[in-house]
């Protein structure tokens, strides 16, 4: 049985085009930004507004854990009353618990793998790639201007980081949380999919409990 793939990316490296790629030669769903869609509809709450908040670190989310407010993946009482980013977060995690329950998919960031940490069939990605080649990804596509894209790279990397390390409490480059690591920079987006593709072929089966 295929497992759900969960893909951590420095910005840059072609983890969203490696997720599509994947998600289409495996023919499972692929979760990235329509978790912003699908947690605005849950919610009531514009795109727009969750656009801004997508990705980024709350404020009072830990603080509540540890006074026992805040029990994950559950309903929450008074969750209309938390900052955006917390809000967001929760709504994310328990769409991606649902698609989980669902069978094979490929999910792009917002702390996957974390979230999934209790569920045997998971297999952990993370793609990074050298800053000439993640500039050149970036350029190509417009996404920046070229004397900003060095410090742009670097602040949105930071951001990914804090976000993993607040919601989870780990650290987005500890390479323990992953299965397998990859730069991207050697590869085309396709060797890439399949490099992945193979490593699970090769991962041994969960034990059983």
Same mark, same amino acid.
Not at 45 to 50: K, N, T
């Given at each position: 049985?295929? &497992? ?15 997720? /599509?790629?994947? !998600? /289409?030669? #495996? ?10 869609? =699908?947690? !605005?509809?849950? *919610? ?7 656009? +801004?908040?997508? /990705?980024?670190?709350?404020?009072? #989310? #830990?603080? *509540? %854990?540890? %006074? ?13 009353? =938390? &900052? ?6 929760? #709504? ?24 999934? $940490?209790?569920?045997? @069939? ?7 790639? @050298?800053?000439?080649?993640?500039? +050149?990804?970036?350029? *190509? ?13 670097? +602040? $949105?990397?930071?951001?990914? !980081? @804090? ?13 323990? @949380? ?6 991207? *920079? ?19 089966? &969960?034990?059983?409990?």
């Amino acid at each position: 049985m295929l &497992p759900i793939i969960t893909i951590a990316r420095q910005y840059g490296s072609g983890g969203h085009e490696v997720g /599509e790629r994947l !998600a /289409e030669k #495996l023919n499972v769903p692929l979760l990235d930004k329509q978790l912003i869609a =699908m947690a !605005a509809k849950k *919610s009531g709450l514009s795109e727009e507004v969750f656009e +801004k908040a997508d /990705e980024k670190a709350g404020n009072s #989310l #830990l603080y *509540s %854990m540890v %006074m026992g407010n805040y029990t994950f993946g559950s309903r929450i009482t008074g969750i209309n009353d =938390m &900052p955006i980013n917390d809000k967001l977060f929760i #709504l994310q995690s328990d769409i991606i618990k649902s698609a989980a329950d669902k069978g094979p998919c490929v999910i792009i960031g917002r702390c996957g793998d974390y979230i999934l $940490r209790e569920y045997d @069939n998971v297999f952990r990605v993370f793609i990074h790639a @050298n800053k000439e080649a993640r500039i +050149k990804r970036i350029l *190509s596509k417009g996404l920046c201007d070229e004397k900003k894209v060095s410090d742009f790279i670097t +602040k $949105r990397d930071k951001q990914r !980081a @804090n976000y993993y390390n607040f919601y989870s409490n780990k650290r987005w480059d500890d390479l323990s @949380n992953y299965h397998l690591t990859i730069d991207s *920079s050697e590869f085309d987006i396709d060797e890439v999919a399949e490099i992945i593709i193979t490593a699970i072929g090769k991962i041994k089966p &969960p034990a059983k409990k």
